[in-house]
């Protein structure tokens, strides 16, 4: 205010006006400020600070309307005025315009004073809020109407104090719902206010909490009490403060300043609170309104037991505007020292607990004079609870308080007497004027009693007076009341008390609120309920109303879309998940049946017409103006909740009739309990109607019986979320039926997503416990809300209710909105006698938690053995939540706990809590069929002196007269400022949900809790896409760590071949291995890091996918070991070759040598002739001496040897190792042609073949598909062995021997029990195949590596070079381009086709199709939406049967289209080439100019390029062969014939076709992708489809979408007809299995896991999810059957009908993909 302005900043303000004081203080005196003497006096000051200081003390003993105006004078004068000395008002109203920075509108409080500028913001702050978001509204309430109050109408007294208030401006822009719900951090401060504009805002914020300080009015200084200077008694200064830390408001005058500037629907919420907190309430607020607040009081409805209901232990329950009860009323005249208020309070008060219902002058703030108030009835009721001995009255009665005297308010107390049954007058001195008033009262209705307050002699004549006014107003002497000073007031309020309880029992006048407000009409006072919005809305609120005779009946006939039609649906949508009544009926069958049944009760409920009622309400909400519909869904809210009401007070008489007559028939009894039941009716089954209104049509448009054009309802979406934006709850999940309308929900919230803009990130907060144990209280206690919490039914399903969060909050708490959800109680007793009430309560349980960021457990009790039910549900549910990757918190709020030492006196029983949680979640997990150890804190973060809460009891004393208990309030507070607290924490790791995400949770958690078995059924879209990313990234760090090691390999490779045989046999394995150790320690390391970085950026929803960090990491420690075998197996296999080689180059060496000894000779022979030899006769003198050379040299040391010996030699020794006789009758491997291996009978042991004949085909089958995989994985070996061109060696056939070995002791093999026989001929099969190869192998090195053939290559070198030695010719340039042609092109063609596969995965992995290998999920949708496009039979025969096979070969396919115009893979060439051409270059460079011969120079260039190139050695002697050439020179010419030698390179291979360069590569990129996509290779034990998980060691194998297991060849074993049904379906289903894994023992396929304990085979997220095998099955049924040589499977008529299209969108679906 503006007193306190001047009085703050008085220093700063002294030091500013001292720039002109003068005309400061002439404008002060001009406008009537200040008298004329006083300006005389200040004008003689010479001192112009000393003016200034006495100017501003005479302005502020002139009041606040005086500094108001002179702050404005000042501002005017000096726009430059500092905006912290503006006046309240101007300062906001800048604000608001932009005008000022927030921090700008606070008084200036100094640094030396933090704590007083901490305080004004959380007053200012709010209320600049709640001002400048009146578009933002999103919790309710509406701009006030033309008809409502206007500031014009306010008196100059009313205006100035709404001044005082900083509520001037509100006065015509009233306050609302949504702005007073609004979260901020604000909201959340419990401090005292400091400042009048402090008040409205602290009363309203503890009383939305409840809180029974709400009225307190005292400010609070801090300045004074933490000033510690001596101030002199006479100084001026010292006289304001004292005068202004008395300045206080009476708290009367803040409520009525409160009440004038709310809109209808928050006074109405203020009524409503300050009636749970026992306050009197005002029935007509003071002039100049005037107002009757009949609107304002309509919400409020309470239970009570009059005496005469006390032995049948019954109840009323009634609002309160409608109870008909006696009415006192309690007046003034005149002034008098009795307070009517206290001894009211003193009268209503039980002898136990006092409580003040009524303000008085005793209380806080309480003797500050009443500026507004003056004028003001209000009301307060008294509700006996049927108990005799403590009720006050045995009656309800009603007791109205006339604030002021009589005589000034006139018009109030004619209401009065007209209204009530008696009239109180308290009257101390009475005049003969008020007895000529008083007087004119004679023959009214109501019986007057007069309070005398006894004061000596002046009471003489006030007697006199009554004694003349007795008669007239037909008075008896007990009617006249008259306490005396030196009474007791105990012994006067008993014999009152008595007065008040005679007049209750005698016969008396008994009036409704209602029937009040038709009174004060006629008296010309105005009800709130007068404006036309408020008549509109109730008008067609009526035209609903007036047909509702029976509830029962008209939800019957007018919603008739739920009821048996919508609980029937919701079965048959949970049968198509549970199938428990399938019997022998096939899973498809069943689910096509059910399919049919579901579109068939859709299209029942889609024939149904709309109903007057419906057609009524849907014009009511979609046609009335925003502030008309909230007053037509109020008025409706009210109505229904008293037509509920009614009904359901004679249905509770009739069925307690029932019950205690003798021989009651409990068939009756069961139909009155489910009347009942039923009998609620209210707002949201209207709502609920119109959902099943937009299922049905939205079903009937999916199934092409409507067209999209022809929708009637597509518009109801947006009114639904016009509802939730303006505060009203929306139903989530339908308590009746157990049901979400799924689809109306989802388009509901992307309506209200659209209409928010896209800024709807939500903290999702819900409530669960047991019925009635206050769970709607709590949520409408700390947040202020509206959740139902009486009339006559509690809270069935749950409700959302959205709150917006302010945008100084929304930076802190990273959202946008609250969504509150509430729900009902477990445990309901109605519900307790169904069979499915446990599920039912988990089913809740589960999706509330599974949709919120917080979780409050509600617990009504102290004791925790008592809470094991509730607690088993929520265990069950947090198990489930911690499978999803989903981990919201837990807080365990105790309720009716006020013992102060309740937190330390529980901590055996918070220790007790926490053994009975780890319990039961072990007990949990076994139920939830989860073979693993857990504990409570392993599925949630539980800290039990942090997550338990104590609240007091909600009432303090018993009600219905009982007021909310304190400690309540402030335990909800504290409480509510914990949870922020948690969201402000946990939103810096985890981000908040928006609208899209929260539906898709909505969706997967209701499909999983729809099948029996939550964990395995839970599929999110949400999980799938952040699982899918991860899984791209990890193959992107991956292939970077692969790559890496690859290339290190090369090189590794490239040194060893460049290595002397003593460098390699002196360690160069020890030294590779550290190398390659370290490389693969920093590789793993990195990738690690990768996935912590990943897992703590700010990347959506990486908290869903939690659970597989570890998968990955054990992924990459895997990868590591996988890199380490592949790095030594090829660093062994390089030195093995390169030790190969070293006896052929030593021999190599020495031939070498001695071909140069004979060259030089017969060169030194040819030049002492004495004619020069011609070129002919030259190359004759050379053959000559070539041929005898040749002949002389023993190249005989070579021998061939016998590999198919060998191999049969380790063959013979593995099997005599394992004592196998059956190998003496195979004869001795030799050349022979490649012939396939056939499956025989007697592989398999005899006993099986007659114990399972149905199951013996499978048993082969298995046996032929297990060996094949075995047979290729050995090929591969010898393929991979013979691609080395090295020698063979005898440990290849060990190796392979003990392969074969281990994959026959695994699972696979020893449970098909094969014989002896089928391991010997498979592994001679093997070896057989493998004999061949190794022995070409052999021949091949044995060939390219001949002595006699090495030194036949060189012969064209040696003969170039004696010819030009002969003619002395200069051949630098010549042996330059042979060393580029011989040593170089070689080495560079070998490094290239090293290379090329790499790059070549790498340019894959980075090009624009790189997205359908980045994850298996990908992939796969890859390949099957190609196949869908070309639809070949023989494809989907291998893709499924042959799935690897096919795989590398799609690969294969794909790698030759993606390079079949040669210019991608040209590019590729180049850059590899060009690099160590370039580093060749490089090399030459610098070692050109240093002194030393050819041979060094070219020894140092081999060893820099030692990495990357393999130089021949016999080709560089050749060069090096009596070459003098400039090391400069020849350098030169090398760098310059580089190029040309690359250009030909890369001109040869882009003659070739792509196909024979992928050939020729050592590393295939095919084979290298097809890891990626493949993965473990792990297939579906039923429909053999593959594993998608990501990384190689995941811990459970699963895929996107499972077939119908025909196609993986299952088929009924005595019809021989394919099986058509799907294991996703299976697995929900009563079937059964039978097949090699169960000994052909029958299985339920819902216990598969005890089979396969490492899948997880998912529930189809959808009806239409399958339909892509569903449609390849129909398509190539026939074809299948043949191909299988089975009888084609009889499918569903359904499956006929779909089409390509159709199965399309299932993969689009299944994957993620749309």
């Not at 200036?108 to 400048?132: C, H, I, M, Q, R």
């Not at 003193?346 to 136990?352: F, G, K």
């Not at 140092?1500 to 060069?1519: A, G, N, R, T, Y």
Request: with cysteine; proline share 3%.
């Amino acid at each position: 205010m503006a007193l306190e302005t001047i009085r703050r900043g008085r220093e700063k303000l002294i030091a500013f006006i001292q720039q002109a004081p003068d005309l400061i203080l002439d404008d002060t005196a001009a406008q009537g400020f200040i008298s004329r003497a006083d300006y005389e006096a200040l004008n003689n000051l010479a001192d112009s600070k000393e003016k200034i200081r006495k100017l501003l003390v005479e302005v502020q003993l002139k009041g606040e309307l005086v500094c108001h105006q002179f702050l404005e004078g000042i501002r005017s004068l000096f726009p430059d005025l500092p905006a912290d000395l503006w006046p309240p008002g101007s300062a906001c109203s800048d604000l608001k315009q932009g005008g000022c920075s927030p921090d700008r509108d606070l008084v200036n409080s100094g640094p030396e004073n933090p704590k007083v500028e901490a305080v004004k913001v959380t007053y200012d702050l709010f209320a600049k809020d709640s001002k400048d978001k009146e578009s933002e509204n999103v919790s309710g309430g509406q701009e006030s109407s033309q008809e409502a109050m206007e500031t014009d109408i306010f008196n100059e007294g009313v205006k100035n104090f709404l001044m005082k208030l900083g509520l001037h401006e509100r006065s015509g822009r009233k306050l609302t719902m949504g702005e007073i719900l609004e979260i901020s951090s604000e909201s959340l401060t419990t401090l005292a206010p400091q400042t009048l504009e402090d008040l409205p805002w602290h009363f309203l914020r503890k009383l939305m909490a409840l809180s029974g300080t709400a009225r307190n009015t005292d400010l609070v200084h801090w300045k004074e009490e933490d000033s510690k200077e001596e101030v002199d008694i006479d100084n001026d200064w010292f006289f304001l403060r004292e005068m202004d830390s008395g300045v206080s408001v009476n708290p009367l005058d803040v409520l009525c300043a409160v009440l004038f500037c709310s809109d209808s629907f928050l006074q109405q919420e203020i009524f409503l609170k300050m009636s749970m907190c026992q306050f009197a309430l005002p029935l007509i607020l003071p002039p100049p309104k005037c107002t009757f607040m009949l609107w304002a009081l309509r919400d409020i409805v309470r239970k009570w037991r009059p005496h005469c209901l006390a032995e049948k232990r019954g109840f009323r329950e009634e609002s309160l505007v409608r109870t008909r009860v006696p009415t006192l009323s309690f007046v003034r005249m005149g002034r008098s020292s009795l307070s009517k208020s206290r001894l009211l309070n003193e009268v209503l008060s039980s002898p136990q607990q006092h409580h003040d219902f009524f303000i008085h002058r005793d209380m806080e703030g309480g003797s500050a004079p009443r500026e507004i108030s003056e004028g003001l009835v209000e009301i307060s009721w008294y509700f006996p609870g049927g108990r005799e001995h403590s009720d006050l009255f045995p009656e309800p009665v009603a007791i109205t308080n006339l604030r002021g005297d009589i005589e000034s308010h006139w018009l109030q107390f004619s209401f009065l007497t007209e209204v009530s049954s008696a009239v109180f007058i308290i009257v101390e001195n009475m005049s003969d004027k008020q007895y000529d008033l008083l007087a004119t009262l004679q023959g009214s209705a109501s019986k007057y009693y007069f309070i005398l307050n006894v004061d000596g002699e002046k009471s003489k004549e006030t007697f006199r007076l009554l004694s003349k006014l007795t008669p007239l107003l037909s008075m008896t002497k007990s009617q006249i009341l008259v306490k005396e000073k030196n009474k007791n007031t105990t012994e006067f309020v008993k014999k009152f008390r008595s007065t008040v309880r005679n007049i209750i029992n005698s016969p008396l006048k008994v009036i409704s609120v209602e029937e009040m407000a038709k009174v004060s009409q006629e008296l010309g006072i105005q009800t709130d309920e007068d404006t036309t919005v408020c008549q509109n809305g109730t008008l067609h609120a009526n035209e609903i109303i007036e047909e509702i005779e029976d509830v029962v009946a008209y939800k019957r006939d007018m919603l008739k879309l739920q009821g048996d039609l919508w609980r029937n649906l919701a079965k048959v949508e949970k049968e198509l998940c549970r199938m428990k009544r399938q019997a022998g009926t096939p899973a498809e069958d069943y689910k096509a049946q059910l399919r049919e049944k579901l579109i068939a009760l859709r299209s029942q409920q889609n024939q149904c017409d709309l109903t007057n009622g419906t057609t009524k309400f849907i014009n009511g909400i979609q046609h009335l103006r925003p502030e008309e519909k909230c007053y037509f869904l109020k008025w409706l809210k009210f109505k229904l909740d008293c037509a509920a009401r009614a009904n359901l007070s004679k249905l509770r008489e009739e069925y307690k009739e029932r019950y205690h007559a003798t021989g009651n028939d409990p068939q009756q009894l069961a139909q009155l309990d489910k009347l009942i039941s039923t009998s609620s009716l209210g707002v949201e089954h209207f709502m609920r109607e119109l959902g099943q209104f937009y299922e049905a049509e939205y079903m009937m448009v999916k199934e092409g019986q409507i067209s999209e054009e022809g929708r009637q309802f597509v518009h109801l979406p947006n009114i639904a979320a016009d509802l939730m934006l303006e505060g009203f709850p929306m139903e989530l999940i339908d308590g009746d039926a157990s049901n979400i309308p799924l689809q109306w929900i989802t388009d509901v919230m992307t309506a209200l997503h659209s209409k928010l803009g896209g800024k709807s990130r939500m903290k999702v907060l819900t409530v669960l416990g047991v019925q009635s144990t206050g769970k709607s209280t709590l949520l409408n206690t700390m947040f202020g809300l509206q959740f139902a919490v009486s009339s006559g039914r509690c809270t069935r399903g749950a409700f959302m209710t959205l709150l917006k969060v302010s945008e100084n909050f929304q930076r802190e708490l990273r959202c946008d909105f609250i969504l509150v959800i509430d729900t009902e109680g477990l445990k309901a007793p109605e519900l307790a006698k169904l069979e499915d009430s446990y599920e039912h309560d988990n089913e809740l349980a589960t999706l509330v938690i599974g949709l919120s960021d917080i979780t409050l457990v509600n617990l009504a009790m102290e004791n925790a053995t008592e809470m094991k039910d509730i607690l088993q549900i929520v265990v069950h549910a947090f198990l489930r939540m911690e499978e999803t990757g989903h981990k919201p918190n837990c807080q365990f709020v105790h309720q009716n706990v006020s013992d102060v030492s309740a937190h330390d006196q529980n901590m055996r029983d918070r220790k007790r809590l926490l053994e009975q949680l780890n319990e039961m979640t072990r007990a949990a997990a076994r139920m939830e069929n989860q073979f693993r150890e857990v504990s409570f804190s392993d599925i949630m973060d539980y800290s039990p002196e942090k997550h338990n809460w104590y609240i007091p009891g909600l009432w303090h004393g018993v009600p219905p007269m009982a007021p909310v208990n304190m400690g309540y309030s402030e335990g909800v507070l504290e409480l509510k400022r914990s949870l922020f607290e948690f969201m402000r924490t946990c939103s810096q790791n985890r981000r908040s949900k928006n609208i899209p995400q929260f539906v898709e949770w909505v969706r997967s958690l209701w499909n999983a809790v729809k099948h029996e078995n939550f964990i395995f059924s839970f599929r999110n879209s949400l999980v799938a896409d952040a699982y899918n990313q991860l899984s791209v990234k990890y193959s992107e760090w991956e292939w970077d760590f692969q790559k890496e090691m690859h290339l290190w390999v090369s090189k590794a490779e490239a040194t060893i071949q460049n290595q002397s045989l003593e460098d390699v046999e002196s360690g160069a394995l020890d030294k590779l291995r550290l190398e390659a150790d370290q490389k693969l320690q920093d590789g793993q390391r990195k990738i690690v890091q990768c996935i912590q970085n990943y897992f703590e950026s700010d990347r959506e929803s990486l908290h869903l996918i939690e659970k597989y960090r570890e998968d990955f990491i054990r992924s990459a420690k895997g990868l590591r070991e996988q890199l380490e075998s592949y790095c030594m197996n090829k660093c062994q296999q390089a030195i093995l070759i390169r030790k190969g080689k070293s006896k052929i180059d030593s021999l190599q060496a020495r031939y070498v040598k001695t071909m140069e000894g004979k060259v030089n000779k017969l060169l030194e022979e040819c030049k002492k002739k004495k004619c020069e030899l011609n070129t002919v006769e030259l190359e004759r003198e050379f053959e000559k001496m070539w041929k005898e050379s040749l002949e002389e040299l023993s190249l005989s040391n070579l021998i061939h040897r016998d590999i198919y010996a060998d191999v049969h030699l380790q063959l013979r020794k593995d099997l005599e190792i394992r004592g196998n006789q059956h190998f003496q009758k195979l004869p001795c491997f030799s050349a022979r042609p490649r012939h396939p291996w056939i499956i025989k009978d007697c592989y398999l042991e005899k006993s099986l073949t007659r114990t399972l004949k149905g199951l013996f085909k499978d048993y082969m089958k298995e046996l032929e598909e297990y060996t094949s995989s075995l047979i290729s994985v050995c090929e591969s070996y010898v393929t991979e062995k013979v691609s080395t061109k090295g020698d063979y060696d005898e440990t290849y056939s060990r190796e392979l021997l003990r392969l074969i070995s281990e994959r026959l002791r695994e699972k696979d093999f020893q449970k098909l029990h094969t014989t002896i026989c089928f391991e010997v001929d498979l592994k001679y099969f093997i070896l057989g195949e493998a004999a061949n190869a190794f022995q070409k192998m052999h021949i091949e090195f044995f060939e390219a590596n001949n002595p006699r053939r090495c030194l036949e290559k060189l012969k064209p070198q040696y003969l170039s070079t004696f010819r030009d030695l002969y003619y002395e010719k200069d051949v630098c340039q010549k042996r330059a381009r042979d060393f580029c042609n011989l040593c170089l092109k070689p080495a560079l063609v070998d490094h290239l086709h090293k290379r090329l596969g790499i790059e070549i995965v790498d340019d894959l992995l980075s090009s624009g199709q790189s997205l359908q290998y980045g994850s298996r999920s990908f992939f796969q949708f890859t390949v099957q939406k190609k196949l869908l496009e070309e639809q070949e039979f023989n494809d989907y025969v291998n893709y499924i049967n042959r799935y690897e096979r096919f795989v590398k070969s799609w690969i294969h396919g794909h790698l030759l289209d993606h390079y079949r115009q040669r210019e991608g893979l040209a590019v590729l060439e180049r850059g590899i080439l060009s690099t160590v051409g370039k580093k060749a270059k490089g090399v030459l460079e610098r070692y050109e100019n240093e002194t030393g011969t050819l041979a060094e120079f070219l020894e140092h260039f081999c060893q820099e390029m030692s990495e990357e190139l393999v130089i021949s050695k016999d080709s560089l002697i050749v060069i090096l062969f009596n070459n003098t050439a400039n090391t400069g020179s020849f350098s030169a010419e090398v760098q310059a014939c580089i190029p040309k030698v690359i250009e030909d390179i890369l001109s040869e291979n882009f003659k070739m076709s792509v196909e024979a360069i992928l050939s020729n590569l050592p590393f295939k990129p095919q084979d290298e992708i097809f890891k990626r996509v493949f993965g473990c290779g792990k297939q579906c034990p039923f429909c053999k489809v593959p594993c998608e998980a990501g990384g190689s060691s995941h811990q459970e194998h699963f895929a996107s979408i499972h077939r119908p297991e025909g196609l993986g060849r299952y088929r009924d074993h005595e019809t021989n007809i394919l099986v058509y049904s799907l294991c996703s379906s299976s697995v929900s289903s009563t079937a059964q299995f039978r097949n090699v894994d169960t000994a052909g023992a029958w299985h339920p396929y819902k216990e598969y896991r005890q089979l396969y304990p490492e899948w997880r085979i998912q529930p189809d997220p959808s009806i239409t999810a399958s339909d892509y095998w569903k449609f390849v099955f129909k398509k190539f049924n026939q074809q299948f059957a043949k191909e299988y040589g089975a009888l084609p499977a009889n499918l569903p008529e359904d499956w006929e009908r779909l089409t390509k299209q159709q199965a399309l969108e299932s993969i689009q679906e299944a994957f993620n993909m749309k």
